[in-house]
Structure formats: structure tokens, C-alpha cells
């Protein structure tokens, strides 16, 4: 008798095992594949239309002693200042932007599968328990794993930046005035503006302490022309922005 009662609790274990786990964590069990729901891949077309600053904060003026003065202030800075980097934009930087876009578009869509929700294979569509309450096969990221995700995105991204930077970007300021003003003295021709400063994560359910704001641009310097940025929190972009991409 006592084999036969054994042996029925162990039947009805292994039956438990493989049923639906109706925590709140989680609608099924884990033992089930679970598949992502279709995101929309993101895309680019064959040019390299990128994000540009200029004309709106660049301005002519004749009262600076620098063909460049370049002012940065974004009021979530932590205590460091940015990497003010410029370039000349010439085929071997514009080589190396193709395949920075091609990463970052790698990037965007890898963020979009690992945030999709998941739908459990084989499972009902929603199982109801009772009391206007059920469970769906569909599992959600929460906000915080999306976060998370995003930074790690962000990190990666930030990293293939500089790998740019330190290869093309390579001119710095002549001088500066105060803590925030940068002055470069630059023969005519077109040049790339990069700027990196970590600012503080706005976001209270993040959490993550700091990411990268940027400003971005390519521009002109014509002959016997002085010019002027005022970069700020409202002209500062991120990382996904800094090409122009569509979404399927």
C-alpha cells in the first residue's frame, strides 16, 4: 500500500512540474520556448544623411579672436568636462561613418528583439482563474530590464564612437575661456563636430547614474569667417541619433 501511495505522489509531483506556473512573476513555466513577438527592423538609405547642428546654433560673429568658439553647457553634467573633438570631414571620415551607421543600426535592432514581449509556445492564448482575473502566454520586459538593456546599448554604442574619434577626430581647441568655452583657429574647409559630456540619468526608474549626451555636426569654414556654437541641453541628441534611419 504504501509503494502504491509513493508512487501516486510522484506521478502527481512530475504532473506538477510540467503545469502552468501561475505566479505573479510569470504566466507558464520557464520549460516552455518562448518566442519574441515581430519588431519593426530599422533601416537606412544608400547616402549618409546624418543629424547637423548648423545653420541653427552656428552664427557669424566679429567680435571672437578664433574662427571656431564652440560654448557647452548642459545642466545635468557631472563634474567633468567634455571631450570637444572636431575633424576634418574628408572620404576617410565619411568611410568610417558608413560602418559606424551599420553598427549602430545593428545596435537598434538587437535593443528591439531583447525589449519585444515573448509569447510561450504551445500555451493557451490567456488563462482565465477566476474573478475577472487570468494569466496571458505574452510575457512583458519590465521597465527596469528595458533600462538596463538600453544602457548596455548605449555603452556599446558610446564605445565604437570613440574608436572614431580617436582615429579622425583629432584637432582640439587652440584655447579656452572659462570652463565651457572652446576656441579652435581652422583653415577654410568642412570639418565634423563631435561632443561627448556624461550628464546625470534623468530617468528615476533607471537608475543607472550617468549616460552621454552628444552634439553633433558637420560644418564650413569659409575664408576670413569667424563662428560661433551655444550647445546646450536643448540641442543635445543621443547616440540613436545621430544618423538618420527609418523603421520598416
Not at 546654433?57 to 553647457?73: R, W
Not at 512583458?140 to 582615429?167: C, F, G, M, P
Request: charged content about 20%.
Amino acid at each position: 500500500m504504501k509503494f502504491m501511495l509513493t508512487a501516486i505522489l510522484l506521478c502527481a509531483s512530475s504532473l506538477a512540474a510540467q503545469s502552468l506556473n501561475l505566479n505573479q512573476g510569470t504566466a507558464f513555466s520557464d520549460s516552455r520556448s518562448r518566442t519574441p513577438l515581430p519588431t519593426g527592423q530599422v533601416t537606412y538609405a544608400v547616402d549618409l544623411p546624418m543629424y547637423t547642428l548648423f545653420p541653427a546654433v552656428i552664427t557669424n560673429t566679429s567680435s571672437t579672436y578664433a574662427s571656431l568658439n564652440i560654448t557647452v553647457h548642459h545642466t545635468l553634467r557631472i563634474p567633468q568636462r567634455p571631450d570637444v573633438l572636431v575633424g576634418l570631414y574628408h572620404p576617410p571620415l565619411i568611410q568610417e561613418l558608413f560602418k559606424l551607421r551599420q553598427q549602430y543600426v545593428g545596435i537598434m535592432n538587437q535593443v528591439a528583439r531583447d525589449t519585444a514581449d515573448a509569447q510561450i509556445e504551445g500555451a493557451p492564448r490567456r488563462i482565465n482563474t477566476g474573478y475577472g482575473r487570468g494569466y496571458s502566454n505574452v510575457i512583458k520586459k519590465s521597465a527596469r530590464d528595458k533600462a538596463n538593456i538600453e544602457h548596455r546599448a548605449e555603452l556599446t554604442a558610446i564605445n565604437y564612437l570613440e574608436r572614431v574619434t580617436r582615429a579622425h577626430y583629432k584637432i582640439r581647441a587652440n584655447s579656452m575661456t572659462g570652463s565651457n568655452t572652446y576656441h579652435f583657429t581652422l583653415p577654410p574647409g568642412q570639418y565634423a563636430l563631435c561632443i561627448m559630456q556624461r550628464v546625470k540619468d534623468s530617468d528615476p526608474k533607471a537608475g543607472l547614474g550617468s549616460k552621454t549626451a552628444l552634439w553633433w555636426s558637420t560644418f564650413t569654414i569659409e575664408e576670413n569667417t569667424k563662428k560661433e556654437m551655444i550647445l546646450d541641453d536643448s540641442n543635445a541628441i543621443t547616440w540613436r541619433e545621430i544618423f538618420a534611419v527609418k523603421k520598416k
